[in-house]
């Protein structure tokens, strides 16, 4: 079931794509869910290192049953308790719960993602939504450095209790990840004033343009507040380090899409605008030869984005072989579904183009310049997955013979990112892990250093806008119960 626009619609402009079903229709869906034995949908368990289920326990089934019985006030009543912001993850979640829905063992999976945005949409229609604005302050200020997922859940929990918070974002605008990371086509950020209004009316202070860090001292803050909850997200981008890096024409991708919706929201949302501007940094990409080397949900987002500014062309390209399109035997359910996804970037592109844009099994090797040190082409190889029975390692070796020269104007890096920025976390001298995400006790979110937490990406890693909801709900319980001595949030 796709709550989708038809490509050929959707690439007309940078507006919100998915669409609500009829209540009608979806209350036939939600009424299979009637059907299962063991909801596993909402286990959020890691089953041989993959999430199955949904990280924020929703309880799936009672929801969905009245979503079945058309009672959306009551379906968004027993969403809130343990949700957040369902408007955020009913669109832009992989859809956790989906994947280990026992329904789809056999048939089609319970659209609980689309119900999701069914109860969030009606309860704002009917205005349902609304923040607690406590009777009673507790006197107690926290602050929360990042206005990224993780960050606003645990301002919205530490404020309905009536501690004193104040959000601070590096930007011009809240939201990280979800303003400046996710484009507009999949999350319209007019979803995220709109809470963030709620929460601000509620009694939560939010201080754009600020770097903590630089504008502000980790010192001057640990004397102002009483506790700091560092939600800086894992924005460390992985470079590619070839020949030719140099070249004038490689961006990251955040900071390309990043740039096209700031411009975006500059233009009050006006699409033809941003579509026909030529002041972007990187110019204009109408006749120009994009390529994305990535091939997760960022690279996806820049192949939607480059098809909506008129690039010649699109080509992505993953390290990885392309996955099977059906479950392999040794990745069953409700295992997460390692399976082959044409995701909406991929699909528009297939529809200008007449192709898939991804090529497999391929990495750079040389970035190729021009005499004026402009980007004009790519030397790519193959790709062979190898094996050690030994050490039980994999690795991918150059395949000789395979090289290419694909032609580019421009390239995006969507490579994923490699943890949190050191300036920050050098700032609170906290202790960091291998992989530089701060560090905690197992199931713990206090840092080494006191009266310091961290949630979301800057401490699990990269990952997914529903698990950083959960952890900004669990690091602001914890924060509450190190301030009063018990917590009943």
């Known amino acids: 079931m796709s709550n989708y626009l038809c490509a050929e619609e959707r690439i007309k402009s940078f507006e919100e794509f998915h669409r609500t079903p009829a209540v009608e229709e979806q209350s036939r869906h939600a009424s299979r869910c009637m059907s299962c034995g063991i909801p596993f949908c909402q286990a959020g368990a890691l089953i041989s290192g993959m999430a199955s289920g949904c990280p924020l326990n ?21 969403l ?6 369902p408007e955020f993850t009913s669109r832009v979640c992989p859809a956790l719960c989906e994947a280990a829905c026992t ?48 960050g606003l859940a645990a301002a919205q929990l530490l404020n309905k209790r009536g501690h004193s918070v104040t959000v601070f974002e590096r930007n011009d605008r809240v939201g990280g990840l979800l303003r400046y990371g996710i484009p507009n086509m999949k999350l319209d950020k007019r979803t995220i004033d709109r809470r963030v209004a709620l929460m601000e009316e509620a009694g939560v202070t ?3 343009n600020v770097n903590v860090g630089v504008d502000v001292t980790a010192e001057e803050l640990k004397k102002e507040f009483d506790r700091i909850i560092l939600c800086c997200g894992a924005s460390n981008p992985r470079d590619i380090a070839v020949d030719g890096r140099d070249a ?18 500059d233009h009050d949302y006006n699409s033809k605008l ?7 940094s990187f110019g204009s990409l109408k006749g120009k030869h994009v390529i994305v080397i990535g091939g997760g949900d960022t690279g996806n987002d820049c192949v939607g984005t480059s098809v909506r500014l008129g690039a010649a062309s699109v080509t992505q390209l ?28 991929q699909e528009e592109a297939i529809l200008v183009y007449g192709k898939d844009p991804r090529i497999f ?60 920025e050191s300036y920050v976390t050098g700032a609170f001298q906290v202790a960091v892990n291998a992989r530089t995400n701060v560090a905690t006790e197992d199931g713990s979110y206090a840092t080494s250093v006191p009266n310091v937490f961290t949630a979301g990406d800057m401490h699990r890693g990269q990952s997914l806008v529903v698990w950083a909801i959960a952890e900004g709900r669990a690091v602001a319980k914890e924060v509450d119960e190190s301030l009063m001595g018990y917590t009943n949030l």
């Open 248 to 265: 004038k024409g490689i961006y990251f991708a955040v900071d390309f899409l990043k740039e096209v919706s700031k411009k975006l929201m």
């Open 361 to 420: 099994e391929t990495t750079v090797t040389e970035f190729v310049k021009d005499k004026r040190g402009r980007l004009k082409g790519v030397k790519t190889v193959k790709l062979a997955r190898q094996f050690d029975k030994k050490t039980g390692r994999v690795s991918f070796e150059h395949v000789e013979g395979s090289e290419k020269e694909l032609k580019a104007d421009i390239v995006l890096i969507a490579a994923g990112f490699l943890g949190s």
């Open 103 to 150: 329904q789809g063992c056999h048939e089609e999976a319970v659209p609980t993602k689309t119900d999701e945005a069914t109860i969030i949409d009606y309860a704002f229609a009917h205005g349902l939504v609304t923040e607690v604005h406590p009777k009673i302050r507790t006197g107690k200020k926290v602050a929360v450095i990042g206005s990224g997922p993780s």
């Open 80 to 85: 809130s308790k343990t949700h957040s912001f």
């Open 318 to 345: 993953e390290m990885m072989p392309a996955a099977p399109t059906e479950r392999a035997m040794n990745n069953p359910w409700p295992e997460w579904p390692k399976i082959l996804k044409t995701d909406y970037g």
């Open 58 to 78: 929703n309880l799936v089934p009672e929801t969905n049953e009245l979503v079945a019985r058309g009672n959306l006030e009551q379906a968004y009543v027993r």
């Open 206 to 208: 939010f201080r754009t």
């Open 274 to 280: 941003v579509m026909s501007a030529e002041d972007f």
